[in-house]
């Protein structure tokens, strides 16, 4: 019965590869040539001082959907750190207290679209957009946290 589990196992893991292979990296799969996940990108790599793989993804809606993003807050990139789905330009600070506190029931963050001030979204001059970063996993969605 072990090596049935172990098999299992195996074969789940190699269905999601590009999750599995996150454990120690942070991977990004974002929507090609996209410039504001380049920037958000490199904020997450100073933040969190490792190394970055980021993944121009055409299939990126199907990634989204394995990781178990919600489509109706779906964005430009969909990061994997620890285990944990980030989709969109969620805050450092939200990300940090997310995997810090691993809440029960939570899978992931997302900031739905591109609100202009959010990570990654500076534009000088610009008026800061509100917005909320989404909470989402096995006990649903619910807001976490609002900017």
Request: net charge positive.
């Amino acid at each position: 019965m072990k090596l049935r589990h172990r098999i299992a196992a195996a074969v789940f893991l190699l269905g999601l590869p590009s999750i599995a292979s996150a454990a120690n990296d942070v991977l990004v799969h974002r929507d090609p040539g996209c410039g504001c996940c380049e920037k958000w990108s490199q904020m997450i790599r100073a933040k969190f001082g490792r190394s970055i793989v980021v993944r121009d993804d055409r299939a990126r809606a199907e990634f989204r959907r394995r990781a178990g993003v919600p489509a109706t807050v779906a964005s430009c990139h969909t990061a994997i750190i620890d285990g944990q789905v980030f989709e969109g330009h969620v805050p450092v600070a939200d990300m940090q207290r997310l995997l810090r506190t691993r809440p029960a029931g939570i899978r992931g963050l997302a900031v739905a679209g591109m609100p202009i001030g959010s990570d990654g979204m500076e534009a000088p001059g610009a008026h800061r957009q509100p917005y909320d970063v989404i909470a989402f996993g096995p006990a649903g969605t619910r807001v976490f946290a609002r900017h």
